[in-house]
């Protein structure tokens, strides 16, 4: 594996980490937090680099079954990561005391359908973060 392809690697797998501090956050307390919009847009940030580092040090074409996978999942976060930035600026922050405040406003609790698509544009990028794993396996 050359080292372009190497970093991209190493990148995507930080892309995981911030996208699970994210997700995983919001599915638990139901609230975008702080540390739920950086974690997302950190996940967005370092998910474009790795695939435009595997574009370029892969041999292969970039029109392949895992590539189209990756866009899709990478298309999927980034439209959730736009539409939790979207219910934040609408409704503002949570407070101090996100837990306190989303009780007292319920307008700070994820409405159910964005709550459902974060955890399925989630899953769908696990899927294409695992399929890119099978495959440097398999070889």
Partial sequence: MNSTLTAGTRI??????????????????????????????LGILFDITATAFMIIGSPNSPFTLHGFLGYSALAAMLADTILVWRFRLRHGAAGANPDTVAH????????????????????????????????????
Avoid: C, D
């Fill in 12 to 41: 995507v797998v930080l892309a995981l980490l911030f996208y699970s501090i994210g997700v995983l956050t919001e599915q638990r307390r139901r609230l975008i937090t702080n540390a739920v919009l950086i974690s997302l847009t």
């Fill in 104 to 139: 007292q406003n319920p307008g700070f609790r994820v409405p159910r359908g964005l709550h459902l698509y974060s955890r399925y544009a989630y899953l769908w990028w696990v899927v294409a973060f695992i399929s890119g794993s099978m495959i440097v396996i398999l070889k």
